[in-house]
């Protein structure tokens, strides 16, 4: 795992699947110095659909905004924990923002459980408390680490466990693990917005650029 944005050379040409359109070739390319112009490799419609509009996907910010950004990330990932506090300071500076997350569960099963309790929250109304707090909890995020954080923000327990075993909790870590294996994403935090994409711990300033590009292109 790298601390900046991907060079050119390191997502050009990757073959992006559009959710039931069949194959399309797309690359994630540094975007030019250009205003909502076509982009030369867009990103499949179909795909961008799946990526940035399920309903049942945790969405931050301006829900209308202009420009998505999508966060893959894992609790157990140490640069995801150290992006948290750019991408809500991020959040509270961009009013025409709108941040999708999806969890992707790629350290273990401690991860598959801390994304099931994080995704039930969401039927409490306390998504964002206890993502804040499992991002700066200490140590691992494992089934005990994450009932003490979820305890923390007053989540009903028996609820939360019960919700976490829903078909559709699963069906959404399932598709969230399809969309990583089809844009080949290499790893959390992985950001895309736009046309672009970005992995590893970034700056302030790296995910501001990030979402200007993107706001250059139509989409």
Known sequence: MTDRRPTLSAIDRRSLIAAGAGAAAVSLLPAAASARIPHPNPMPAELRKALERNPATPVLGNPKGDV???EFFDYNCPFCRKNMKDVQRLINEDKQLRVVFREWPVFGEGSMFATKASLASLRQGKYWAFHSAMMTMTG???????????????????????????????????????????MMLTGTPSFIAGHEAAFGKLSLSDLKSLVADARKYEV
């Open 140 to 182: 691992r995020a494992e089934e005990a680490t994450v009932l003490r954080a979820a305890r923390q923000v007053g989540l009903d327990i028996d609820k939360l466990r019960a919700d976490m075993e829903k078909r559709e909790i699963l069906d959404q870590i399932y598709e969230t693990m399809d969309l990583a294996d089809t």
């Open 68 to 70: 998505t950004l999508t």
